[in-house]
């Protein structure tokens, strides 16, 4: 069995902002067993985290944004890819600004700065993604598809092309992350010419130029077009006497396929585990390899998801009567019948669904199904009771919901069916505010997931 994996000490990389032109300061760290990658935005009042999943991906124009609330972080595919490269399953990624530095535009100095440090064995077990079977993500209407298929070792291949007499059709390999130091980590990102201004349009690339970028020259435009767009960029306005790259030699011939290969690494480790597998990635993009790479988590979280164990003929841990103690809920809003287990971190309670309940006069009369708003407000009381349980005098709080993140809905929920709900408290109360994850399951199968946030108030 492999061993997790995290730096000796810690490194920090300085640098340029690709979108926000910011001067940016990015320290990576070692972290414990089981951490993950983690990343902190050191600037922000109470230096909220964000953990490196997909679940968290909000964005992919030329680069990969995650953000949870209202916390964002982008560009962070080239330092993930290293550190996935290098087996590191555990660092906290401290960052003062909304987005990574993007140095010389690869991962080439996370690769020196992680070989500097070294690479510490933990105890723990790596868990790995097993591919056992073709997975295959094609984006709607785009040619851009990703295959896994299943091996022994994670490789990567990658084909791209674009309509451009510099760069048509490139196809680059990586056998083996042995080599990811040579062949991948060097390969510096791209643009065109002709995307410059759209861009800029875009409130993006405000950090962007020749030393962070190949930049494609292949469609001709006037000189005086190009120092506009020199201006537009705060630079120096570049020869272009002939198509190619206006900066420099390439690395490589196919240094662009390289690159996208290296986004293809980095974004797929947002499934927060190794791969065992091997990627075939045509046309690639961040949004078709992030959107691989949350199918890919939500299949994880089904199968790690277990049912709550019980009983049918298991005495409640609490009845509706013991509920209605706790919550200031009645009928119809009361979505909780009994609790069948309870600890000081945990809940698992039960809803049985009846046609008799009001909400399917309307939702929907020739097909009723359980709204999704009220498997929430079922979790959220669910979460209530769990924080109540240990409060004296639970009867003079009540339990407000504040936010929700993640919701994820996978099967209808029906008249006749039984909802078995689990809650887990994330952290621990503070200021009356409580941090839960809760599960729905219908016949054994997850139906609902969600991240809640509510605050505990005393009646007045």
């Known amino acids: 069995m492999s061993k997790q994996k995290t730096l000796k000490s810690s490194f920090t990389l300085k640098g340029k902002g690709l979108h926000t032109g910011l001067e940016i300061e990015l320290t990576l760290k070692p972290a414990p067993d089981n951490f993950g990658r983690v990343i902190k935005r050191v600037d922000l009042e109470g230096q909220p985290e964000i953990p490196a999943l997909a679940d968290y991906v909000s964005g992919t124009t030329r680069g990969t944004v995650i953000q949870k609330g209202d916390i964002r972080i982008s560009t962070v595919e080239h330092a993930l890819a290293a550190l996935y490269a290098f087996g590191i399953d555990n660092c906290l990624m401290e960052v003062n600004a909304p987005e990574f530095p993007i140095l010389d535009g690869s991962a080439k100095f996370y690769v020196e700065k992680i070989k500097e440090v070294g690479i510490e064995v933990q105890q723990a077990e790596k868990d790995f993604f097993v591919v056992t079977k073709k997975i295959t993500y094609q984006m709607p209407d785009s040619k851009s598809t990703i295959t896994i298929l299943p091996d022994d070792n994670f490789s990567v291949q990658v084909l791209i092309g674009y309509d451009s007499p510099i760069l048509s059709n490139q196809f680059a390999v990586l056998d083996s992350m042995d080599d990811f130091e040579k062949e991948a980590a060097p390969c510096r990102t791209f643009v065109f010419v002709r995307e410059i201004e759209p861009l800029l349009k875009m409130n993006l690339i405000k950090g962007g130029d020749l030393n962070n970028a190949l930049v494609i020259y292949d469609k001709e435009i006037s000189e005086v077009e190009l120092q506009r767009l020199a201006d537009m960029m705060h630079q120096p306005c570049p020869k272009a006497n002939k198509f190619g790259y206006l900066n420099t030699e390439l690395l490589f011939d196919n240094e662009p396929a390289r690159h996208k290969m290296l986004d293809v690494i980095g974004d797929l480790s947002l499934i927060g585990k190794p791969i065992k597998g091997r990627v075939i990635a045509s046309y690639p993009g961040h949004t078709t390899n992030t959107a691989l790479a949350k199918q890919i988590r939500n299949d994880i979280k089904r199968l790690e998801v277990s049912h709550p164990k019980y009983s049918i003929y298991q005495e409640s ?54 709204p999704g708003v009220l498997l929430l407000e079922a979790m959220a009381q669910s979460g209530g009771i769990l924080v109540l349980n240990g409060v004296e005098n639970p009867e003079l709080y009540s339990t407000y919901l504040l936010k929700m993140d993640n919701v994820r809905f996978y099967q209808k929920v029906k008249p006749g069916d039984t909802v078995v709900m689990r809650v887990n408290l994330v952290t621990e109360m503070r200021h009356g505010i409580a941090h839960i994850k809760g599960y729905t399951f219908v016949k054994g199968d997850l139906a609902c997931e969600a991240e809640l946030t509510a605050q505990i108030i005393k009646n007045k």
């Open 317 to 370: 841990v609490l009845d509706v009567n013991d509920i209605k103690k706790m919550l200031p809920h009645r009928y119809p809003f009361l979505l909780v019948d009994k609790v069948m287990e309870i600890t000081d971190k945990s809940i698992v309670t039960i809803k049985n669904v009846s046609f008799n309940e009001m909400q399917f006069i309307g939702h929907f009369p020739e097909e009723p199904i359980m």
